[in-house]
């Protein structure tokens, strides 16, 4: 495995994708003392899956990407099942997905975390069409949970320039 596939393995293995947000005021998540939720003070927490078992002492979370997915980046994509990562490249973006070409199981068309070099989230897979995984962007993610709660989400780049407007 080349050092960067290596290091980003080892920052995704047994690590949770965390998001701030407010969980609504009639949640029934985590009522339950058996049931942990996805909702724990305000974060929402999307588990990478391991069939292993975690260990929370070296539970840790995975950055957002702040910046657009872009044609020809370079991407790769933690297969939970096999423990497995592989690179790729975005083969094109459509609004709020992207098509990646990171060899994977079909299995990992749904869920799997997509990072970049910096092992920040781009985008979770939900999908396997035209012999490519498409996933949702984190923009677009991000966006679903401001507009469900009724607020508009400005990605960064978006927000300098209207300041410098």
Known sequence: MAPLQARLHDQIKDSMVLINIKPPKKASVGKNKNDKGI??????????????????????????????????????????????LTSGTVMGVSGPTFQHNCSTLESSSLGAPVVNDNGHLVGICNDFRNDYLEAISTHAI????????????????????????
């Open 142 to 165: 991000a966006s679903e949970i401001e507009m469900a709660q009724g607020r508009e989400y400005i990605g960064i780049g978006q927000m300098l320039d209207h300041l410098q407007s």
């Open 39 to 84: 909702f724990v003070m305000g974060i929402a927490g999307i588990r990478c899956p391991n069939p292993g078992g975690y260990n929370t002492q070296l539970m840790r979370a995975v950055p957002l990407c702040r910046s657009v997915i872009a044609k020809r980046q370079r991407v790769h994509l933690f297969s939970p099942e096999q423990m497995l």
